[in-house]
């Protein structure tokens, strides 16, 4: 059995960091530099068959347009005969909904990520682009805990001389009540909604308008029936009523919440150089033709069991260096992508895994030492999807990586508690130290 991982130009490939619909995310590293990136891959055929051509051009041209120190940057676009590679800027903090997942936020906290998220989507608004699925799982967080702004897949530019934007797009928790309407509405103030229902999840730890089945979602959101907890200041709810109004034409702008006295508590002003020229050259050149324009892929084959993760990968899994997150599961943070240690041989673990996944009348579709669970999510309109793929970190020792592939993210919360427990006689929880022992000379 041969295991292949691959270069792309100057770029080498490491692990899978994240995984959508048509689209997967590899932590990479630029040879040239020794910088981290993200590249977002995504097949020609793949891009061609689902018509996605202008839409793939049009997120890139977005994210190059954008720049603003509270927006994942988008480095350059590369192509290989089979294949379009989108190379991102590596931030290393996790999502923002794992920040949530462990409770609700400090209000001072929950105020400074709402202050760079407004100061990234008021940037956005000024050159024309509406993001249309902001939610805390497409913001990120930096070493320094900044926010940063991700995944603008279903970002609009309004055509010429239109006014209004028509699909009906983004995660329904967080849309606003005339982008259900279908009757055509401003992105704008579209997006303040979502960025209002982010500042009460911030600070309650729940969603303000949740049910089981969507037409009732729906009825709640257009009525905008919600309540606020105790423990939201006067200031935060009387901010909150503000942009939560249904009506989009009386909902509070962005330049209105830049100067409410609650937002501009501790409110530091973002400087912005925007002086350097967009290029988007290679955007065309990748897109005008698809089929021709190449970067070389070299591809290396590794004899037998698990993909051995190096060095460098190994830190990217860490925040601040601190590796005991890798081995203890008694850190209760179930994050969407989790992880956990094994020293059983790789193959038992493999067998553990399916057969588990068996006995919860899941899907299983293995390749390799990756494999891909697939099961009825709760809400029927959606499938859930879970990848877990086995890494040799030192001689018998395993890396189990988890990730949510498809499905809500609270109901992968459940399914990783559950599935753990069933896994007890593979996993491993070494004694106290023995993380830092084992990669000793790491500033653990």
């Known amino acids: 059995m041969k295991r292949l991982t691959s270069r792309v130009g100057k770029y080498e490939l490491g692990r899978t960091i994240g995984q959508g619909t048509f689209s997967k995310v590899k932590f990479a590293q630029n040879t040239e530099t020794g910088e981290d990136v993200a590249i977002k891959i995504l097949a020609k055929t793949t891009i061609?068959?689902?018509?996605?051509?202008?839409?793939?051009?049009?997120?890139?041209?977005?994210?190059?347009?954008?720049?603003?120190?509270?927006?994942?940057?988008?480095?350059?676009?590369?192509?290989?005969?089979?294949?379009?590679?989108?190379?991102?800027?590596?931030?290393?903090?996790?999502?923002?909904?794992?920040?949530?997942?462990?409770?609700?936020?400090?209000?001072?906290?929950?105020?400074?990520?709402?202050?760079?998220?407004?100061?990234?989507?008021?940037?956005?608004?000024?050159?024309?682009?509406?993001?249309?699925?902001?939610?805390?799982?497409?913001?990120?967080?930096?070493?320094?805990?900044?926010?940063?702004?991700?995944?603008?897949?279903?970002?609009?530019?309004?055509?010429?001389?239109?006014?209004?934007l028509h699909t009906t797009c983004g995660t329904p928790n967080y849309v606003a009540p005339e982008v259900l309407g279908h009757q055509g509405y401003d992105g704008a103030a579209a997006d303040v909604w979502s960025c209002g229902v982010i500042l009460y999840v911030l600070m309650a730890g729940y969603l303000p308008f949740e049910e089981t089945d969507l037409p009732t979602l729906y009825q709640k959101i257009n009525a905008s029936q919600y309540a606020c907890p105790f423990w939201f200041s006067s200031g935060a709810k009387a901010l909150i009523d503000k942009i939560l109004d249904p009506n989009p034409k009386t909902r509070i702008k962005i330049e209105r919440i830049k100067r409410d006295s609650w937002f501009c508590k501790n409110y530091v002003h973002v400087r912005q150089n925007d002086v350097d020229e967009v290029n988007l050259d290679d955007v065309r050149a990748v897109f005008d033709d698809i089929e021709d324009r190449y970067v070389d892929e070299h591809l290396k084959a590794h004899?037998?069991?698990?993909?051995?993760?190096?060095?460098?990968?190994?830190?990217?899994?860490?925040?601040?260096?601190?590796?005991?997150?890798?081995?203890?599961?008694?850190?209760?943070?179930?994050?969407?992508?989790?992880?956990?240690?094994?020293?059983?041989?790789?193959?038992?673990?493999?067998?553990?895994?399916?057969?588990?996944?068996?006995?919860?009348?899941?899907?299983?579709?293995?390749?390799?030492?990756?494999?891909?669970?697939?099961?009825?999510?709760?809400?029927?309109?959606?499938?859930?999807?879970?990848?877990?793929e086995i890494f040799e970190v030192a001689p018998s020792l395993f890396m189990i990586d988890v990730r949510k592939a498809a499905g809500d993210i609270l109901e992968y919360h459940k399914f990783y508690k559950d599935f753990c427990a069933k896994l007890e006689n593979i996993i491993w929880i070494p004694k106290e130290g023995a993380s830092s022992s084992l990669f000793n000379g790491m500033n653990c």
């Open 48 to 164: 061609l068959k689902h018509k996605m051509v202008d839409q793939i051009k049009r997120e890139i041209s977005i994210m190059k347009i954008v720049r603003h120190p509270n927006i994942v940057r988008l480095h350059e676009v590369l192509s290989s005969k089979t294949k379009v590679y989108i190379v991102l800027e590596f931030v290393t903090g996790g999502e923002l909904f794992d920040r949530i997942v462990q409770g609700r936020l400090p209000e001072n906290e929950a105020r400074r990520y709402f202050q760079q998220l407004i100061d990234a989507v008021s940037h956005c608004h000024s050159k024309g682009v509406y993001h249309r699925d902001l939610k805390p799982e497409n913001l990120l967080l930096d070493a320094n805990e900044n926010l940063k702004v991700s995944d603008f897949g279903l970002s609009a530019l309004p055509q010429q001389g239109v006014g209004l």
């Open 303 to 388: 004899e037998g069991g698990p993909l051995i993760m190096n060095a460098f990968e190994m830190i990217t899994l860490s925040q601040g260096l601190n590796l005991s997150a890798l081995f203890d599961r008694r850190q209760d943070c179930v994050k969407r992508q989790t992880r956990f240690v094994s020293r059983k041989p790789a193959k038992e673990i493999l067998s553990t895994i399916e057969a588990v996944a068996e006995l919860m009348s899941l899907k299983v579709h293995t390749r390799n030492y990756k494999t891909r669970l697939e099961g009825k999510s709760a809400n029927k309109a959606v499938r859930f999807a879970v990848v877990l």
